[in-house]
């Protein structure tokens, strides 16, 4: 016989009986001292050989597939927190991993400032030195294509903790306390400095718009290379720290639609619903704002991060007060503010204040814009001195003037003896702005223009009620009518103050005496004529 052919029959018989025999694997994102996701249904993956019947077993749990193309996926039934566990792996070979906690997974994504390690920050080498959390662990993606030689990592020595990024410690350290110390918090984080929000799009959302691809070349680039390989890793929900690179080359005219169309296509991917999403605001940066026309993309940016909030389950944490670098040293007070959402809204701390003040519309009355809030905590306050600064208005020139700015309860009156008949308001709005305005919890305002889109909220035609009248007279107009069929007042917080219907005026004075014994504050009026039942909209109003 061919010796050749003799060489060539065994290396076959070699190569296939290998394939055959190939080893049950898991990929890079499972290890020791992982965290898996309680109360929800986990996805375990990996590799083995075709047709190969894998097992799992776990935490009570025995699940098994078969690898019909080399690779497979089992998905554990929904569990309580609690650990350490070991997982068993079982195909041809068996693998066992050990000290696995279920318990509260967070995704955190974005560029450098989501990235930089705490070792990175020398102010925070005490807290290294001093600080062991066995409960708190993380897995970083650093190598493109994988996450290869990484395995998650426990925040209980010096040189472990260096690794994790600064502000997801910070994060985790609070969500950890707020758990009392009693569930383990894991942190899964894919950021990487100098990227675009487009390169962190996934595949789906890059094909149906060919526009991104042609603006930004490496549209999708991110998402491949580090967070595909975790792609379905279960978890609560995404901290997402990002912008800088965006203030150049036009990018920032289109992070708004970006913003909307990462957190959409993420949410299809996963398929989780629409977990929390949590967008971490620019900080401040560069040269004091003078001029209130300054156009700066970084500005325009956090418009758009403001803008998110219209996008169900987000919600906003404003830096506008502590940078002082591009890469800002402060992130144990970013990583505080960070956590109060997820404490207020996933944790169960309802009476929580977790955000600053937030502008959520205008109303122009002559020559004065009076700004709406919500968030506004105890009440809101200049952060120093006793003069709110950072707010301009400007005409239908659209030319910015500083304005004066007056606290009424829930409301700031914004006017300028420079502009007469004022069309729209901004706050804080520019690269490193002078803005002071804050709830008494200490949190700052987020920066906002009226001169762009603005977030839901109705916007039919509003009525003025004016409190501060001498000897408590009141003044106002609804819809320049003075009948209605009913008038209703709300909170911000949806909650029914007042409701009286007429038959043909409205009686002042019973709604008067009602006006007089409310707080000041910010409050939505409906009035509606006698065909309101027809759908006619009411009218919003402020009352102060």
Not at 168 to 192: R, S
Not at 289 to 318: K, Y
Request: with cysteine; net charge neutral; charged share 15%.
């Amino acid at each position: 016989m061919n010796k050749n052919l003799v060489l060539l029959s065994f290396l076959s018989v070699l190569i296939f009986g290998t394939n055959l025999h190939s080893d049950v694997k898991l990929t890079s994102t499972f290890s020791n001292s992982m965290v898996l996701q309680q109360k929800a249904q986990v996805r375990i993956w990996g590799t083995a050989a075709k047709n190969e019947t894998v097992t799992i077993e776990f935490n009570g749990q025995s699940k098994s597939t078969n690898a019909e193309n080399g690779s497979w996926t089992i998905i554990l039934d929904s569990m309580d927190a609690g650990g350490p566990y070991t997982m068993t792996i079982k195909g041809q070979n068996t693998i066992k991993l050990s000290d696995i906690y279920v318990g509260e997974v967070w995704h955190c994504a974005g560029q450098s400032n989501m990235d930089t390690r705490v070792s990175y920050y020398p102010h925070y080498k005490s807290i290294m030195n001093s600080t062991s959390l066995p409960l708190l662990r993380f897995l970083t993606t650093r190598q493109p294509g994988g996450v290869t030689n990484n395995v998650w990592e426990t925040c209980t020595t010096p040189e472990k903790i260096g690794k994790l990024s600064a502000l997801g410690f910070f994060f985790g350290k609070e969500i950890l306390q707020a758990l009392k110390n009693n569930i383990a918090v894991g942190l899964v984080v894919t950021a990487v400095g100098g990227t675009t929000i487009a390169s962190w799009l996934d595949p789906a959302t890059v094909a149906d718009d060919p526009q991104i691809k042609s603006i930004d070349s490496n549209a999708g680039s991110m998402y491949n290379a580090w967070v595909q390989p975790v792609e379905g890793y279960v978890f609560r929900g995404t901290l997402w720290m990002h912008g800088e690179q965006d203030r150049s080359n036009g990018l920032y005219k289109y992070y708004h639609q970006r913003l909307n169309q990462f957190i959409s296509g993420w949410r299809k991917i996963w398929n989780i619903g629409d977990f929390p999403f949590y967008i971490v605001q620019l900080a401040n940066y560069g040269s004091v704002q003078t001029d209130p026309n300054e156009s700066a993309s970084s500005a325009v940016i956090r418009e758009a991060q403001r803008l998110g909030l219209a996008i169900n389950n987000t919600a906003l944490t404003v830096l506008i007060d502590i940078g002082d670098s591009l890469h800002f040293g402060n992130k144990q007070e970013a990583g505080r503010r960070l956590a109060l959402p997820a404490r207020a809204l996933v944790y169960g701390e309802k009476e929580l204040v977790y955000s600053g003040p937030l502008f959520i519309r205008s109303i122009i009355e002559g020559s004065k814009i009076h700004c709406l809030f919500i968030h506004c905590g105890s009440g809101m306050k200049p952060a120093s001195g006793n003069k709110l600064t950072g707010f301009a208005i400007a005409g239908k020139d659209n030319n910015y003037s500083w304005a004066d700015a007056v606290i009424h309860g829930d409301t700031v009156t914004v006017s300028s003896s420079s502009v007469t008949e004022p069309v729209n308001v901004r706050y804080a709005y520019g690269a490193n702005p002078i803005g002071n305005l804050v709830n008494s919890e200490g949190l700052p305002a987020s920066p906002f223009t009226t001169d762009g889109p603005q977030l839901p909220y109705d916007t039919s035609e509003t009525s003025i009620i004016n409190l501060s009248g001498s000897a408590g007279k009141t003044t106002y107009k609804l819809n320049n009518k003075q009948t209605a069929g009913r008038i209703t007042i709300f909170s911000l917080n949806g909650k029914k103050i007042f409701e009286k219907s007429f038959n043909s005026r409205i009686d002042r004075n019973e709604l008067n005496s009602t006006l007089k014994g409310m707080n000041s504050g910010c409050y939505i009026i409906y009035g509606l004529t006698d065909d309101y039942e027809q759908g006619k909209k009411g009218n919003s109003a402020m009352i102060y």
